[in-house]
Every structure is written in C-alpha cells, then in structure tokens.
C-alpha cells in the first residue's frame, strides 16, 4: 500500500488515496480528485480554496465565446471560439480558529488524508492541524456530486477542537469571477484564459443561505448557483446569511470545548440555460436544493452508494497480477462514467469536467474511446451522447453548406456545436469525425439492440454522414472512390489523400447508412432518401480505394506515405517531445512519423479489412514510427499488440494508458484526467486481452492473457443482458448474469449461453518476431523479465 516515491496515491483496490498533502502534484491531484455527474464538475481543490493549482467548477456545456485570431484569414475560418468556463464555486468552506485561517501554508500541519472513494462516489478529507498560536483542530469533510438528484452537490463539513476552547468562523461561500492563476506555457493545447466571464443579474439570502444568478457577457448563458446549511454545534451556535454581486456568504460562529464538533451539512445546487429566465433557474435551484435536503445528507450517500453498486455489478473489471493497474483500470471506469452519466443530451469533454484543458471541447474522442464503453456498461449516456450529435445536426448542415458539401460535417472540436479549430489541417480537414460518429451508432444500436434509438436518432446521423462523403469523395478514372485532402487521426500528417483510416470508416459509414435506410424505409423517406442514393453509398463503398505498398508489404497510412523520408528518430533528444511543441508543422508533414495509432487505428476499428499477415507486417512497421506524442495512441497499440501475439508489448501500453493520470505520465494532468485514454484502458483490456469484437452478428471473444496477470474478469451489457467474462491463463468462462439466452463466440466456436457458465479452453499464443519503437520512444517495460 505505500505510494511509489513519485507517486501521489497509494495503491489500493477501491480507493484512490492521498496520504499527504503534495504541493507539486496540487493540480494534478486536483484532477484526479475531481468529482463529476456528467453536469456539474468539481475540481478537487480544498475545501477553504487556498492553496490550489487551479480552481475549477464547470457545467456541461457553459461557456464563453472568445475571438479566434488569424495572421491571415480565410474562407471557412471559425470566426469565434467557445471555452468552459469556471462558474460559480460553491465548494468553499474557510474556518477561522480564534481569528486564524485555517490555511495548510502555515501553522504545524500534523496529518492530511483524502480519499477518493470509487465505490461510494466520494471525496472524504481527514485534516489535523495547529494554528501558528498551537490552537489545534480536526477538520474532517465529505464531498460529492449526486448520480442520483442531478443539479445537486453536498459536502459534510466537520471541525472537533482537540485541546483548548476555541471560537470558531465558518464562511460557507458562493464565489463568481474567483481569480484564476495565470499561466507561462507555451502549450497550444492549454485552455484560454478568461478574465470575469460573468455579470451579476441577481442576488439574494434565504434563512440558512444565498443565491446569485449571473449571464455570461458574449454568450448570453445564464447560471444560477444556491446553497443551503444544516447546521449541528454546541449551545450558542449563530448562524447569518448576506450576499453581494459575486458573492455568497453563509457564517456560523462557536465557541468549542476540546471534543465538541461542530458539523455543517452543506447543500449546493446548480442550473444554466440559454433561455430560461431569471425567475425561472431562481425557482429551479431552489427546487432542487428543497429536493436535496429532503433526502438528507445520509439519503443522498445512500443513493450514491445504490447507484454505484448497480453500475459496479456489471461494470467492475478484475486484475490478477498487478495491484497498480487493478486501481488504475477502476479508477478509469469511474472517471468515464463520471463524464457522461447524467450529461443528458450534451457533449462529453475530452477532460469530462474536470479541468479547462482543451478549452473544455469535445472531438471524435467521444464517439471513438469513450462511447464504445458507455454503450456496453451505461448505454442510456452512450445514447443520450449521440441524441447531442443528432441536436447539432442543424449546425453540422450549415458547416457543410459553407465548405460546398452534401449532409453534415460535425465540428472538430466545439462545445455548443460550431466549427472552434483555427488551424484547417489539424482541425475540420480531419472528416474522419463524421464516420466515427457513424461508427458509435452502428456499435450503439449492436451493443442495445435498441432499434427505436435506431430510426429516431442513429438513420438520421448515419445519412447525414453518408451525404457527406459521397459528395467529398470522387469515382476517378480507373472507377475508385477516392476521398483527398483529409487528415486522418495522425495530426503529424495532414491533408493527405485516400488517408486508410478515414476510408475505411466511410466505407463502413456508407454501408451502414444503406443497411439502415432500407430497414427503416418509411423514416429515410422522410429524410429524402430513395434506392437510387442508397445504392450510390453502396457503390462508393464497394469501389472505396485502400491503398497498399506492394513493396514493403504494408499499407501506407495515406497515399505515397511509405515514399516519405523516415524521421530521423536516433538524433531527436527526449526534450524535443512532444514534437508539435518543438519542431515545425511541415517538416512532420513531409517525415514519416506518426503522432498516434491511424493506420493501427484502422485495423482495431476495422479488422475485418486486413489479413492476419496483414495485421502482422502493418503493425511491426507502424511500431517503428509511431512516438505517441498524444495520449489516445497507447490503448490502441495495446489492442492490436494484443490481437498480433506481443502480449508483453500489449501489456506495457496497457499500463501506460491506464497510469497517464495516477501518474502524471504526460505532465499536463493538472490541466484535466485524460477521459479517452481512461476509456481506452477499458477497452484494452476487454477487446485488447478479451479479444472482444462485436456487430449486428453478435458477439466473438479470443481471449488470451500476457505472462505478467494471472486472471481478468470483466462484465458488459448486451442486448438487455448481462455477461461476465473470466478470462485465466488456459481457460475461459462465460457467464449469463441475467437475461435471455445468447450466443456468442470463443475464437471460432459458437457457444449457447443460458443457466450454467461455459467454459472453454484458451490456446497458447504462438511465437512471433519482436518489434521496434523509434529510439527512445518504447514504453516502460512492466512485464516480467524486462
């Protein structure tokens, strides 16, 4: 259990614990700490606010427009951006001990616990401090974001006098427009800073508490935030209220013995709209705070925990053989289930809501990393996801109009829904978002079976999106459908032609939306779709060009891509990564070396279009130029080191995608948890040593285990079922939870699943070549024997 020395955390199975406090790693810590619902988001900062890396409380989708500066501008260029913003923070509870603040930077701090409870959806505190004159007090807090009562978040505050009377001051507050810290990177990928987004409208006490409602000064967004108190303490205790502008502010003062407590139950409540007006979210939040303290502080815990205890009976996967990445896999479940369990019809971050990286914005993260494990363990918020796209699709159509194209093209990255790169070849030249939109409602509707879903919200996405790339794409002169002047997953080549990723996603794309037009007839009439546009989909799938180098015996990640002058990896120093920060864009453009997995992508979202020797030779030569200057590329290795037999080299990215938060591996995760690399170790795990493939035919594992982990189990959703696999060395179990009969496959058997498990054997994997990483660029080495 004790922390590795540059570790934060201790290494438990349940928990995520911090046994003392770290200045240095505050804003990680902050991050992983954060607790979301997937519409209110909590940094973990403390309780009394100072110190702290960055402060943070964020509502899905709140933000403020900002200008989008071009040297030079151009057709097409975002006129404006759009950035998460920090609203009002309610987290903050200061304590005065006789007219001292209780602040960690001074006076003799004895002890300091938090811990992050994944079962209970908590963040619990245990503070022992004596302040500078040696008054000395236990402070003990217990915080959450409710899965249950949507707009609502509480915290138990608990403060004991240990050894003298002492009076004591509690400012519970609201604070709008907190100041922020300023920043001195350089990144590009570091949120824009935002000074005083929003103007107060109104503000106002009640008996145990305050409310203010401000509007963001570009955007038009209104936000009320209301608290209210429980107040518990000795004889005596007195309690105000008052409020200004941007503040809130409820004082209880008391005089303690030593071994009185003193506890405050504090309630908060949150709601944002566009159109509401004030009266309106005034009522709204107080609603939901009378709602809140009906159910108690302990009710609220109680559903908390019932909630989680649903969620982890099928959700939980188990890890025998490494206590580290056991925690770290839990943890990434929870941090995903966190993003998107009640976002209800809106986007899911790229750092849920627990930080401004990226300005708070969205990408095709969503519907490739995260989605794919929504639908098989939460499938109402995978739904409720796409529901957002298909809300989008006015603006999306809008977007392709202007670029001269037909159906819809999904914005790069956004958060209400238009077009916020600035920079084309890394930003809307990625198409490939539209089919991997496509790609969540074709797993969605074959994970749910949910052919309502289908027809009223997937036709609709999937024929937009089939628009598009027939009218992107071209038949050239020898009848091949050619789609150029895209950007594929790998930002360090852009603009390319026929980029394999992106064809074979719109190839799939193209099928799916004909297979569903035609199931569904009467819906895609009313969308305008006739047999004569579903069979041109069909046939620019079927002629869709796949370029593949008869020379080498791979396929280049885009047209003439293995012609490019290999990077010259030997003489890059480990300070040049990563290497958008420190060489230019067009020497990347002109090298071959691959920011993430594309081409590897490909084969994992599409194996079907490769032969095994294909896999094989495709993956050794991709090994050798891909340097993963991103966070989303070690998961997708994982998988397909898995599925080509390198079963150490799957599990060495298996733990580096799962450790880039616990561990801080890419030095940015103050800035937010990295919510598609959480999703991805699920998915490396389950599709990855599973060997989990699943479509409209059912379900296919080829499990098999790398050396270092003895036994992994994992649950899933299906079709109104719930599975358990038990994945050990030479062996094999499939359990049906509950549910109707199934029948799914191991390796190539068909097996009947009903009352009793099945169990089958796991063949040895057969030896294969090793492969190469560019220099310096390997994973740490976690398997045995490295």
């Not at 609603?287 to 302990?298: K, P, V």
């Not at 809008?398 to 077009?419: D, K, V």
């Not at 230019?584 to 594309?598: E, G, I, M």
Request: with cysteine; net charge negative; charged share 25%.
């Amino acid at each position: 259990m004790s922390p590795d020395p540059a570790r934060s955390f201790t290494v438990e199975p349940w928990v995520v614990r911090e046994p003392k406090l770290d200045m240095a790693a505050m804003g990680q810590v902050e991050s992983v700490f954060a607790l979301s619902n997937g519409h209110i988001g909590l940094r973990g900062n403390l309780d009394e606010g100072e110190p702290h890396a960055t402060p943070g409380t964020y509502l899905n989708s709140f933000y403020e427009r900002r200008p989008l500066p071009y040297a030079e501008g151009g057709y097409g260029y975002p006129e404006s951006g759009q950035t998460i913003i920090n609203v009002t923070n309610g987290k903050l509870i200061r304590l005065l001990v006789e007219d001292e603040p209780f602040d960690l930077r001074y006076g003799d701090l004895r002890r300091h616990e938090r811990v992050l409870d994944l079962r209970a959806g908590t963040l619990t505190r245990e503070v022992e401090w004596a302040s500078p004159a040696g008054r000395a007090v236990k402070v003990r807090s217990v915080r959450m974001v409710s899965l249950t009562q949507r707009a609502i978040a509480a915290i138990r505050y608990e403060v004991e006098v240990l050894d003298a009377p002492a009076l004591l001051v509690v400012q519970s507050e609201l604070v709008a427009n907190e100041q922020l810290p300023a920043r001195d990177d350089d990144d590009p990928r570091v949120e824009a800073a935002l000074t005083d987004p929003l103007q107060a409208e109104q503000n106002g006490v009640h008996d145990h508490g305050a409310w203010l409602i401000h509007q963001t000064r570009r955007s038009g967004l209104r936000v009320a935030a209301a608290m209210d108190h429980e107040v518990t303490g000795p004889e005596g205790t007195k309690t105000s209220s008052e409020s200004t502008e941007d503040i809130g502010r409820t004082t209880v003062i008391a005089r303690l013995q030593p071994g009185e407590t003193l506890t405050i139950v504090k309630y908060l409540a949150y709601g944002w709209s566009a159109r509401r007006s004030q009266p309106a979210l005034h009522d709204q939040v107080r609603a939901a705070l009378a709602a809140a303290r009906y159910t108690g502080f302990d009710g609220l815990l109680e559903e908390q925990r019932q909630y989680l205890d649903e969620f982890w009976a099928t959700a939980d996967v188990e890890i025998d053989g490494d206590a580290e990445l056991q925690q770290a896999v839990r943890v990434a479940v929870f941090h995903v289930l966190q993003a998107g369990a009640r976002a209800e019809r809106r986007a899911i971050g790229a750092k849920g809501l627990t930080g401004e990286g990226y300005d708070g914005h969205t990408f095709w993260d969503t519907e490739t990393f995260c989605l794919p494990v929504l639908s098989f363990l939460a499938p109402e918020a995978a739904a409720d996801a796409l529901r957002w796209r298909q809300s989008i699709l006015p603006l999306a159509h809008e977007r392709a109009e202007q670029l001269g194209l037909s159906g819809a093209a999904f914005p790069w990255r956004t958060i209400r829904g238009q077009e916020c790169s600035g920079y084309w070849p890394a930003g809307t030249a990625a198409f490939h978002i539209n089919a991997d939109i496509a790609d969540a409602v074709r797993r969605h509707v074959a994970a749910t079976g949910d052919v309502e879903f289908e027809r009223d919200t997937g036709l609709e996405l999937l024929v937009a999106t089939a628009r598009l790339w027939r009218s992107l794409g071209h038949h050239d002169q020898s009848g091949q459908f050619r789609i150029d002047g895209v950007t594929g997953p790998d930002e360090y080549t852009a603009v390319v032609d026929n980029n394999v990723y992106t064809n074979l996603m719109a190839q799939l794309n193209l099928r799916v939306a004909a297979d569903t037009a035609a199931r569904h007839s009467r819906a895609a009439a009313r969308l305008g779709v006739n047999a004569e546009e579903m069979a041109s989909w069909r046939d620019a799938a079927k002629s869709m060009r796949i370029p593949f180098d008869e020379v080498l015996g791979v396929h280049p990640q885009s047209e003439g891509f293995t012609d490019h002058q290999v990077w010259d990896f030997e003489h890059t120093p480990p300070e040049k990564y990563p290497l958008l920060l420190n060489v230019p864009y067009f020497d990347l453009y002109r090298k071959q070396v691959s920011k993430q997995a594309d081409l590897v992508l490909a084969m994992q979202l599409r194996p079907d279009a490769f032969t095994p020797e294909q896999m094989q030779r495709n993956f050794a030569y991709y090994e050798g130029i891909t340097v993963r200057d991103s966070s989303l590329s070690a998961c997708t290795q994982a998988v397909v080191a898995a599925w080509t037999g390198h079963l150490d080299l799957a599990f060495d990215y298996l733990a580096e995608a799962a450790l880039v938060d616990l561990n801080d591996l890419a030095g940015n995760s103050d800035h937010g948890v990295h919510i598609a690399s959480m999703a991805g170790t699920w998915t490396a795990v389950v599709s990855g040593f599973g060997g989990m493939r699943c479509d409209a035919t059912g379900l296919r594992f080829a499990p098999r285990l790398p050396p270092a982990l003895s036994r992994i189990a994992f649950g899933l959703l299906w079709q109104g079922r719930q599975l358990r696999v038990e994945i050990r060395q030479d062996e094999a179990d499939y359990t049906l939870v509950s549910g109707p009969p199934m029948r799914l496959q191991h390796y190539d058997e068909p097996l009947a699943l009903a009352e009793k498990p099945v169990t089958r054997h796991v063949p040895a994997a057969e030896p294969v070549e090793p492969v190469e990483q560019p220099f310096g660029r390997a994973p740490k080495a976690r398997h045995p024997g490295s």
